[in-house]
């Protein structure tokens, strides 16, 4: 058995909301491992474990970078939100987005090799990376960029630094606007139900289904009916329809005007989204959480030994 420490439990609860006895409960059936802890708060609790399942972990910005029918995108990490403020890291990121719309590198390495000087250091963009990170004291890294060229308008959008949207679209540039602001308020993964990926729709089923089957437990327990097997897996499929309609762009509420959805906001001014690509700062970057406490009595015990 794995032993549940008091900073796994603040992790597991700052990822999910959940009461710190139900995160420390789900983190000992789970021995230990966070995901699968987290999914058993999800089936328990419901929706209410998601709602921070996507909190930022890491520090940096998205920056942008369109001309006409060409762009790029880029996200630029750090270990501070302090550092996202200084003005030679932001000219580093603004220029390397620049750099990737203008020239098309193929990955990080080879936008690293692009020429290119700033704050004495050069001649290449890593080589000022790499005089940045000694001036200002801090890491910072390349992380990931899209470049646009596929002769599709553009429409983008920076909600401040921390997260960047950008549409592919054809029609009225204002409707495709407002679409990148939806996307950055409401965080469609695709965009129809069709497109949302499977392994996402398997996760969402299984979770529904043990959901269903905690109920039917609870129900025997208390002796009361348990739903026929044709109610429950209506009941899965339904849940499974909600969440598709819930991520997916064209069938989501229009955040300006919610009796429409963003596919009919569209339909009406003429305008058709091929394709949006979303950066949120730090997704998927887990952050260190340091133990203070055992921290604290470490040094303790260390200052000890040696007196």
Sequence with gaps: MAAITASMVAELRGKTDAPMMECKRALTEADGDMAKAEELLRVKLGSKAGKAAARITAEGVVVNCMDGTTGAMLEVNCETDFVTKNDSFLALANAAAALIAKHNPVDVVALGALAYEQDG??????????????????????????RFATGSQLASYLHGTRIGVVVEFEGEALA???????????????????????????????VAAAKAAED??????AGKPVQSAEIVAKRIDGGVQKYLKEVSLFNQAFVKNDKQTVEQMLKSTGTSVKAFTMYVVGEGIEKKVDDFAAEVAAQVAAAQKSA
Excluded at 183 to 202: F, G, I, Y
Excluded at 216 to 221: K, L, M, R
């Design 121 to 146: 250091f050069g001649p290449c963009l890593e080589d000022v990376r790499k005089g940045l990170i000694g001036k200002i004291g801090e890491n910072m890294t390349f992380r990931r960029f899209k």
């Design 176 to 206: 495709a606007k407002d679409v990148a602001m939806h996307v950055a308020a409401m965080k469609p993964v695709a965009l129809t139900s069709a497109d949302v990926p499977a392994e996402l729709v398997e996760r969402e089923r299984s």
């Design 216 to 221: 039917a437990a609870v129900a025997t327990a």
